[in-house]
């Protein structure tokens, strides 16, 4: 057949569950302006085509099977999932909507959503699988025990008093088991389809789905009977592939008094049609011949529009059987003539004229029975070849994955439209063009405008598909990186706590910038997992200073430097350098704790044009450890370290030998020469930084300690010698320590300060009961108090982590002397009460002598503190 002309428009989404929609329960209907649908959910949607509004939507207590208008009065007979069916007046809720939206705003949607209450249902009956209307009745399918049941049942007229939905009759089929041993769906979700067939001269009939079929085909199908009593039939299509036939008459007649046909009484007649062997899922009806303009007067038929005289029946697997009656020279014989479509067939539709329109999950297809009037030659029509074509021939629509199919036909414009329910809950409209409209021949000027349409129209397509292409790629590229950034990721989160494939170690150095020694920070990223750094990768190094306890109103402060890598492949290092060094009006405040980890904006990503942190929500859920704070890309954290004094020290070429260093002056002397230049101090100078004393401060640990946790038994260096190395083990400027045996070393501190280290043994004669303790102590000086300090925590926190490693391989200390600690404890806390009494006093230097006298204690009882006569064990 020809292509078919078609316009599509979308009209409105609707919800759908996850995996979109499944064929066989949404239902579409069109009646006049509005569009009744069903997408297989609880919900049930009125949508106004000409205002393209939703007007109301209907939530009914389970999921809908079936939906079936009455125009007269406005009703809606809705069959729920093993509940019922239940009827909603349209008129009733037009008046709700009316007084919900009184007060004269305009709405673009629904006032809200209309519960459809246990009340409505009017044939509670769990069994119930499908329903049609007809005229005054209700005709339903229930599945009982493996038989089906098709009971008739009487409306209610407005003046009967009576039960408002009375049985009529019922009749019982004996069908098959579905077919399930092919196909893609399951055979429990084929439901029964129902149809009513009308003689040509019925007057007054109306039916949901059903059609007029002309003579000869009606007595050929049903039989002279039922053409001569003009009975409606009733088509039944099962998951069996069995299409049966029930006349109408034949159940409404002879009712008994309780509601029921009698038991004696005949059944009604059951007449197989046919048996496609699959499960039928649409039967319909065509009008393939066309009707000539001198025959129209005296073959028209009574009701004002022509019958069909084609009865088709579709099968979910591709199986079609269409039935016309073959009008010979000797009788008129029906003919049946089988066909084989591409399934699986979702949904299917008839126009008005010789095309049916069915769904699989890639397209929507029509195919014409339009035989004769493809024949051009009159004895190819009366040959034995049929009236019906031998074989079909699809043509595309290029509209996939449709569930739902409806046909109506609207008399202002003069133009059928089919209206589709995809799977992902979309509603669209397509215009086709009428298979008897004639073709008109065009004037060349109409030629020439049609032309340029189709050139402008040639050149828009041309630019959309460029610009769908840049955004293909675009996207591509986004779903590229985002994978790389997701795999690069997992490794990271799924590698053990103390090795990870993507590692930055940090180390301080000594270097000369701008003739000028500085302290640098060196970071040394190394890519060990199989996945490459690709570009939108940030290495990001934070320094962090903890708040000085020499100064006062101090704070953590807190420095971000970020190096973007271009490119770094699976087995490759970069070192990445930063300097530490004071500027002329800042200080390096040590300890640094210094976090090393990799960024990757997803900005990056979605493209410089999204500015909404919704999108970015989108990839990450809300508690994703791989959110940065600023949720605007992810975070993975590589290391933390700390880089303290001991590291920054600067050794000469020839460390210094074990001389003693030289002992601390008087602390007030020293107390007073700093206050003295903090109060004049020489011009260029910092007070106090000439010609003062240094500050001294000792550790003492057990020299069983460090044995073990240095292992200096299976080494012949003396344990001094094992301690300084390992407390500058961190340092690269104290490899020489490692060539000679030296305890005692002088350093430079970025700043230019000199800091000395000296290590010696020393032995703790009033601990323990059982002797002396023998003990290591570590001495530090340094003319910075500041220097001095820093040095000291540099060192607490080296013999913190040994005491605690140390400690969990069980090892104790040994029998120690409790009343000579507790009298150490006693004297400390009378040296920190009397410490507390001076500083409480006024401020020193407003009382002259006895200022002096002061700080004298005071500088005394903080000198006795900085050294315990204690060890660490």
């Not at 007054?204 to 009593?229: K, Q, R």
């Not at 099962?238 to 159940?251: E, I, M, R, T, Y």
Request: overall charge negative.
């Amino acid at each position: 057949m020809a292509q078919v002309g078609h316009r599509v428009d979308y009209l409105a989404g609707f919800c759908c569950p996850v995996g979109g929609l499944v064929a066989g329960k949404p239902r579409v209907l069109c009646h006049e302006n509005e569009i009744y649908l069903s997408n297989g959910t609880e919900f049930v949607y009125v949508y106004d085509q000409e205002g393209k509004v939703l007007k109301a939507v209907f939530r009914c207590p389970d999921q809908v099977w079936h939906v079936e208008l009455l125009p007269q009065p406005r009703q809606l007979y809705i069959l729920c999932a093993h509940s019922g069916i239940y009827c909603v007046s349209l008129e009733q809720q037009s008046r709700l909507m009316e007084q919900t939206d009184g007060d004269g705003q305009e709405s673009n949607g629904p006032s809200g959503v209309f519960p459809v209450e246990a009340d409505s249902c009017i044939f509670p009956d769990a069994s119930l699988s499908m329903f049609t209307l007809l005229s005054t009745f209700v005709i339903t399918l229930a599945q009982d025990e493996g038989k089906w049941w098709m009971r008739l049942h009487e409306l209610p007229r407005p003046e009967q008093d009576g039960p408002p939905y009375r049985q009529v009759s019922q009749v019982e089929f004996c069908p098959g088991s579905p077919p399930g041993d092919t196909g893609d769906a399951p055979p429990s979700c084929f439901l029964p389809v129902l149809c009513c067939a009308a003689a040509p001269g019925t007057q007054g009939l109306w039916c949901s789905g059903g059609f007029v079929l002309e003579e000869p085909l009606f007595s050929l199908l049903f039989g002279i009977d039922a053409a001569m009593l003009e009975s409606p039939m009733i088509l039944c299509g099962f998951p069996d592939g069995q299409l049966c036939s029930v006349p109408l008459k034949a159940l409404s007649s002879s009712p008994a008094a309780d509601g029921c046909r009698d038991v004696s009484t005949p059944a009604p007649p059951v007449k197989i049609l046919h048996h496609l062997e699959e499960p039928i899922v649409f039967i319909g009806a065509l009008r393939t011949e066309r009707r000539a303009a001198d025959d129209d007067a005296e073959d028209e038929p009574p009701a004002g529009e022509p019958g069909c005289d084609c009865v088709v029946a579709v099968g979910h697997y591709g199986k079609m059987v269409a039935m016309k009656a073959d009008q010979r020279e000797e009788a008129t014989v029906p003919e049946l003539r089988e066909y084989y479509l591409r399934g699986p067939i979702l949904c299917a539709a008839c126009g008005s004229g010789s095309r049916m329109y069915y769904s699989t999950h890639s397209d929507i297809s029509a195919v014409d029975l339009d035989w004769a009037g493809d024949s051009s030659d009159p004895e190819d029509t009366e040959s034995g070849s049929g009236v019906l074509p031998p074989v079909l021939s699809p043509a595309s629509l290029s509209i996939c994955s449709v569930v739902a199919l409806s046909l109506s036909s609207r008399a202002s414009e003069g133009e059928s439209e089919l209206l589709a329910l995809s799977a992902k809950g979309r509603l669209v409209s397509c215009g086709l063009c009428s298979p008897e409209e004639p073709d008109v021949e065009l004037t060349p000027a109409e030629i020439g405008r049609r032309i340029k349409e189709l050139l402008s129209g040639i050149g828009d397509t041309s630019e959309r598909v460029s610009f769908l292409k840049k955004a293909v790629d675009q996207r591509n590229r986004a779903l590229a990186s985002l994978n790389q950034v997701m795999n690069v990721s997992a490794a990271l989160l799924s590698s053990h706590e103390g090795h990870k494939p993507i590692a930055c170690t940090v180390t301080a150095n000594w270097s000369c910038l701008l003739l000028q020694d500085t302290v640098t920070i060196s970071c040394l990223l190394e890519n060990c997992s199989e996945y490459s750094l690709e570009e939108g990768w940030t290495l990001c190094v934070q320094l962090l200073t903890s708040p000085c306890a020499l100064e006062e109103e101090s704070m953590d402060s807190a420095t971000t430097f970020t190096f973007p890598i271009d490119q770094l492949l699976p087995g490759n290092k970069r070192e990445l350098t930063l300097p530490l060094g004071p500027a002329a009006d800042t200080k390096l405040d040590l300890p640094l704790t210094i976090s090393c980890a990799l960024y990757y904006s997803l900005r990056d990503i979605l493209g410089s044009g999204s500015d909404s942190s919704e999108d970015l929500d989108d990839f990450l859920p809300d508690d994703s450890p791989l959110l940065s704070p600023d949720r605007e890309g992810i975070c993975l954290p590589l290391s933390q370290c700390t880089i303290d004094m001991l590291q920054c020290l600067r050794f000469g070429s020839s460390p210094p030998g074990p001389d003693a260093p030289p002992a601390p002056s008087d602390p007030v002397e020293t107390f007073l020469k700093v206050s003295q230049e903090q109060t004049e101090p020489e011009e260029g100078k910092t007070p106090g930084e000439e010609n003062l004393p240094p500050s001294a401060a000792s550790i003492r640990v057990s020299s069983e300690l460090l044995k073990n946790a240095l292992k200096t038994s299976e080494t012949d260096v003396p344990l001094c010698c094992a301690t300084l190395r390992w407390l500058l083990a961190e340092n690269p400027g104290a490899e020489a320590l490692s060539s000679t045996e030296v305890a005692s070393v002088c350093g430079t501190a970025p700043d230019g300060g000199h800091v000395q280290l000296l290590v010696r043994e020393v032995a703790m004669n009033d601990l323990s009961p059982a002797g002396p303790i023998q003990a290591v102590e570590i001495l530090m000086e340094s003319p910075s108090l500041a220097h001095m300090c820093r040095t000291h925590h540099a060192i607490i926190r080296r013999i913190q982590a040994l005491v605690l490693e140390q400690a969990a391989q069980g090892s104790g200390p040994p029998d120690l002397r409790m009343q000579y600690l507790r009298q150490i404890q006693a004297n400390h806390e009378m040296l920190l009460k009397e410490a507390q009494t001076l500083r409480d006093q006024p401020p020193l230097g407003e009382e002259g002598a006895e200022g002096s006298a002061t700080a004298e204690k005071l500088l005394n009882i903080y000198r006795q503190l900085r050294n315990p006569s204690l060890v660490l064990l």
